[in-house]
């Protein structure tokens, strides 16, 4: 497939996840809406969500940063990697972004931040010991890719919506325990009942349904930055011989947390490192893999190289 057929592809199959949030949402509102007779239920919910975002917009990055412990360098600190960041940040058309490195083994790396003019991108020590300069360019690429995608926002935005989503299902749950009026008997009699009761299935099930379109976006996402990495670099094997050493080396990353994990490159946590069974249809275990897969931050490593290197640049 050529790159920009595939990096359409996935932006539009990353905008109809997004469209699902949308849906659970308002189900979640309308349903609550009709069960409960307080719409400050709602308001206090939206009022919330607003303030998260807004928090969560400007100081991402820093509470990232500052969990990760990484540290800024410049030109003077480190001039290969300011180099090579900023040579293809011209390439791409991008502002350079500030650049961090975390004192740790482990290869890795990410980028977070609002927009290209707020951005950062942090590598290990570890990536920074182990690639060599054509491997390191293509997780640069990667990383900037999510950058001049705006991944970084848009994953911003859709962690927002997954805790707003667990919210309102824990506030829903809570007035339900507590006895919180309900429109039902009186009202609308047995179809009050089934709002109830549709609307205690939501407040479990939404959660879980929010957490995997979550995770979905984030796969996404990263075939997009792997095929528009390809591109800027005009070398997609830079960046899947990365990958794959990056996915055999099995040194943890200490400063990971599961909050920050979808940011990296590869999860650190080696949950997603596995060999994709989407060429092996015969394989027993492979529904079982498939259910395993919606809960992975990332597509398998196996899948990604692939379709590196089967791109047609």
Partial sequence: MLTYDLINKNKRESWILIFSFLIVISALGW???????????LYLAVIFSVGSALFSYYFADSITLAVSKAQLVDRATNQQLYNIVENLCIAAGIPTPKIYIINDPAPNAFATGRDPKHAVICFTTGILQKLDKTELEGVTAHELSHIGNYDIRLMTLVVVL?????????????????????SNSKDNGNLGMILFAVGILLAILSPLIATIIKL????QREYLADA???LLTRYPEGLALALEKISDDQTPLVEANNATAHLYIVNPFHEDREESTSDHPENPHGARSWL????????????????LREMNL
């Fill in 31 to 41: 349903v609550f809406a009709q069960v409960y007779q307080n719409d400050a239920i």
């Fill in 292 to 307: 395993a897969g919606l809960f992975n931050t990332h597509p398998p490593i196996a899948d990604r190289v692939k379709r």
């Fill in 216 to 219: 979905a976006v984030s796969r």
């Fill in 228 to 230: 528009s990495g390809a």
């Fill in 162 to 182: 997954v805790g707003m989503i667990a919210l309102m299902s824990n506030w829903f749950l809570r007035f339900s325990f507590f006895g919180g009026r309900r």
